[in-house]
Nanobody, 116 residues
Framework: QVQLVESGGGLVQPGGSLRLSCAASGSIFSIYNAGWYRQAPGKQRELVAGITVDNSTHYADSVKGRFTISRDNAKNTVYLQMNSLKPEDTAVYYC??????????WGQGTQVTVSS
């Protein structure tokens, strides 16, 4: 059973930065493309960033130029560096396989709140 544990969220002012981490219980991210997803209250979960096994990346238009996804296969960990945060980035952030059709059991996520 794959376990995903997200961390690094918190309360930050607009314009601030956070770095999220996602640790997997096995080497799944060496095999599967990985993605960071987010779900805001009353909205559907959406993919905000993805990284392939050969380190190609893609981003939602809403975060392009502000967020950076990366991976460390030796640590079975995927990261999301978030800069220039906006109130509309407020959500619970999750990591999982990309595309979502291949998703494992979802972790608890990490809350990101952008507010002054």
């Amino acid at each position: 059973q794959v376990q995903l544990v997200e961390s690094g969220g918190g309360l930050v002012q607009p314009g601030g930065s956070l770095r999220l981490s996602c640790a997997a219980s096995g080497s799944i991210f060496s095999i599967y493309n990985a993605g960071w997803y987010r779900q805001a209250p009353g909205k559907q979960r959406e993919l905000v960033a993805g990284i392939t096994v050969d380190n190609s990346t893609h981003y939602a238009d809403s975060v392009k130029g502000r967020f950076t996804i990366s991976r460390d296969n030796a640590k079975n960990t995927v990261y999301l560096q978030m800069n220039s945060l906006k109130p509309e980035d407020t959500a619970v952030y999750y990591c999982n396989a990309d595309p979502v059709q291949l998703a494992f059991t979802w972790g608890q996520g990490t809350q990101v709140t952008v507010s002054s």
